[in-house]
């Protein structure tokens, strides 16, 4: 089966619409630890997806999987200490008020039902987003997405404001509390129009804000934003689907980067090392108040499998010291990194956090203009050199590098010389 052939039935299947890395598909057949395999037998260096966080295939997450699996698997409908011990063990990486758990199959999903959750107790329907994000597909998660071609459009009922970046080159020599200053401003006449007819029910943050392009935001901005919600009656929902578990190295959970603890956290993607899992974290009195209210109950989520992987993962995690591990990598990454970026003018600074990293490429050494064509040639050489990534940010003119959290020091030099040899194809 060659690769055209394949691409020919998943056209004729899936459709042309379902996005594909790369002008090149990369047909994987195979993957372990940070690697994969293609059908060719060639090998890349994945240094893109957060889905198998604690590595590809992970023996201990697998053979987890197949022993539940091989015992009993169920809804929560019924009693099993696995899916407790899960939910206990979830909750203890958390601050004491965040102490209970709703289980879903998927970040969507998650969001989804924590806006349900503060709609139903504020009463109210107004959404605050950022103004290049995505948090899922579900209709309402459509209708409140920024960074996304969605036919919805934004919804009457939510409004976007800006994430400011200090990198960015409006803001060369600005006072940072000034530009905070004017955000907030920002944000506070987004919360007066909601208040004029749907009322401010939450905001949204992503916490590494990775769809906007990792900015530099700030000291204070995020706090301002969650101060300003919660003193207009709303709730803050924290997105961890892509922060989380220790992807920012020196935190488990990116909102704890802030002086902030959200109403509500979203967990998704990693959570089950490619296995669904997904989970919104709450208080006892939010999930009181709502579960009062409504019979509410997903028939896969929380299942004994999926809490016997999601389990394992965060003994691994632990195990193998998996966030020092993010933390130590990550600073090294970024030193390195900033030693290629310094040589080329047009490219921008270090950007990220942990084993969460990028740069931008600009077409000028003013970097007033982003260069998201010259950005896709790197990727594209990065991949020929044997290294996967991608590219984010609002012209797709910032590298997204966001390798598994079992990469070790042995791949870290595998991973820069693919850039350094990329960036010097591309930009010569």
Request: one cysteine or more; glycine letters at 10%; charged letters at 20%.
């Amino acid at each position: 089966m060659t690769t055209d052939d394949l691409l020919a039935r998943r056209f004729a299947t899936i459709g042309r619409h379902s996005p594909l890395f790369y002008d090149e598909p990369v047909h994987l057949v195979s993957a372990s630890g940070v690697w994969l395999t293609d059908d060719r037998g060639r090998r890349y260096l994945d240094a893109y997806n957060n889905v198998p966080h604690v590595g590809h295939a992970h023996p201990r997450v697998v053979d987890a999987m197949c022993r539940q699996a091989a015992t009993l698997n169920l809804h929560t409908r019924y009693l099993n200490e696995r899916v407790v011990e899960y939910a206990e063990t979830l909750l203890a990486r958390f601050e004491p008020q965040l102490d209970r758990v709703l289980f879903a199959n998927s970040g969507s999903e998650a969001n989804e039902l924590a806006f349900r959750i503060a709609m139903q107790h504020t009463a109210s329907r107004g959404i605050l987003v950022t103004d290049f994000s995505y948090h899922g597909n579900t209709s309402l998660l459509a209708a409140a997405t920024t960074g996304l071609k969605t036919h919805e459009g934004l919804a009457d009922n939510v409004r976007a404001f800006a994430v400011p970046d200090l990198d960015a080159a409006a803001y060369a020599g600005a006072d940072s509390d000034r530009v905070r200053d004017d955000a907030l401003e920002r944000v506070d006449a987004a919360i007066d129009e909601l208040r004029e007819t749907y009322g401010v029910a939450a905001v949204i943050l992503e916490s590494i804000f990775s769809t906007e392009g990792l900015p530099r935001v700030p000291d204070g901005f995020v706090e301002g934003v969650a101060a300003r919600v919660r003193a207009a009656g709303g709730l803050v929902i924290g997105d961890e689907v892509q922060a989380g578990l220790a992807r920012t190295g020196r935190h488990f959970w990116g909102y704890q980067r802030y002086d902030l603890v959200p109403d509500l956290v979203t967990l998704g993607k990693p959570l089950g090392n490619g296995h669904p899992l997904a989970a919104v974290v709450t208080t006892d009195a939010l999930l009181e108040e709502f579960g009062s209210r409504n019979e509410y109950f997903n028939t896969f989520a929380g299942n004994p499998v999926s809490a016997a992987v999601g389990l394992e993962v965060l003994r691994v995690l632990d195990d193998e010291a998996l966030a020092a591990r993010s933390a130590r990598l990550g600073d090294v990454i970024r030193a390195e990194l900033a030693e290629v970026t310094g040589a080329y003018p047009t490219l921008g600074p270090v950007k990220g956090d942990g084993l969460f990293f990028g740069f931008g490429v600009f077409g000028d050494a003013a970097h007033t203009i982003p260069d998201g064509a010259r950005t896709k040639a790197i990727v594209e050489a990065v991949k020929a050199e044997g290294v996967l990534l991608s590219r984010i940010g609002p012209t797709g003119s910032v590298l997204k590098i966001r390798p598994p959290l079992a990469i070790t020091d042995a791949e870290v030099p595998i991973l820069l010389g693919a850039l350094r040899a990329a960036v010097a194809a591309v930009l010569g």
